[in-house]
């Protein structure tokens, strides 16, 4: 029989829903507060996809064990999932959920907030680094399972055809048979995509040549603001993680050099087992120790009176 995490007892006095504006939409969340009441700092759990916290009640727990530990943590739904309303289309990595993130805080911010503390997971993990970079009161920064290209491994496939030399593509873009799957809006966002890699193979020749792993331009981006602002960072993989395979090989190609100038504000954790899609119990709970260890160590919240 299957098992999931039991959260740590919280009466439900002790949590609020949450709906705040995410540019036209409104998105759903639930505050966990500690017994003693709100704080002037809170933990903004990003959403991998479409659940409200993290599969196997992973998600409950950590907040839960968090606000037993003097914590405040915000869940919520991206748009077009559970009660938030709008259409979420696909999770795709080059194209972030950061304005959902955005209206979280600002919720958080009207009530007292001041200091934020990001987490995600996979898809999760690049829109919380996105929006902790954009955030002036970002205090910390969880990340699990985070891959660090822009395309996922079920696209690769996409990336072996922007390979192909131009005059192949357009060959092969003239034929009937791909006309015809002009019709289907699947095979027209395939079309897109593999145009859009191919268009980033030509404005980095040297990388897309080199046959290397491709870290995401946006990651780079936000992971040298954080590091150049000394935000603490924690980094958590699993052992058979996929993302952890492409962190390791961007370690040595790529972000080596930034991690060796994060000194002590960057923590990196590796569990054995799987934490991708938390399907894993005795993963997920490692993985949760570690997060509420982390938070207790780097936050101090202040009541708010």
């Known amino acids: ?118 987490s995600g997971s996979c898809f999760g993990a690049r829109t919380a680094l996105a929006a902790a970079a954009e955030e002036p009161g970002a205090a910390g920064v969880v990340v699990v399972a985070m891959p660090m290209s822009d395309y996922a491994s079920g696209e690769r496939g996409t990336q072996r055809a922007a390979a192909a030399p131009m005059a192949s593509l357009t060959r092969r873009a003239m034929r009937r048979k791909t006309l015809r799957g002009l019709r289907d809006p699947d095979a027209r966002r395939r079309y897109a995509e593999i145009l859009r890699a191919k268009l980033r193979r030509m404005l980095h020749p040297r990388r897309g040549a080199s046959g290397g792993l491709e870290v995401s331009p946006v990651l780079l981006r936000s992971l040298t603001t954080l590091i150049d602002r000394r935000i603490p960072l924690l980094i958590v993989y699993g052992e058979e993680d996929s993302a952890y395979k492409e962190f390791l090989e961007a370690r040595v190609r790529t972000i080596g050099r930034l991690v060796e100038q994060a000194g002590d504000s960057i923590e990196i954790r590796v569990i054995p087992g799987l934490l991708h899609g938390w399907v894993s119990i005795p993963a997920g709970e490692a993985a949760v120790d570690l997060i509420v260890d982390w938070v207790s160590r780097v936050d101090r919240p202040t009541p708010i009176p």
Do not use: K
């Open 1 to 118: 029989m299957s098992r999931v995490l039991a959260p740590t007892e919280i009466t439900s006095l002790d949590e609020e829903p949450a709906y705040f504006p995410a540019g036209d939409e409104t998105l759903f969340g639930l505050l966990t507060r500690p017994p003693a009441g709100p704080l002037d700092s809170a933990l903004l759990m990003v959403p991998s996809a479409e659940r409200l916290g993290y599969r196997n009640r992973v998600g409950v727990m950590l907040a839960h064990r968090l606000a037993a530990r003097g914590h405040q943590a915000l869940r919520f739904n991206y748009r077009g999932c559970g009660e938030s309303t709008g259409m979420a289309g696909r999770f795709r990595l080059d194209d972030l959920f950061t304005e959902d993130a955005v209206g979280a805080a600002a919720w958080l911010r009207e009530r007292g907030v001041e200091r934020f503390l990001y």
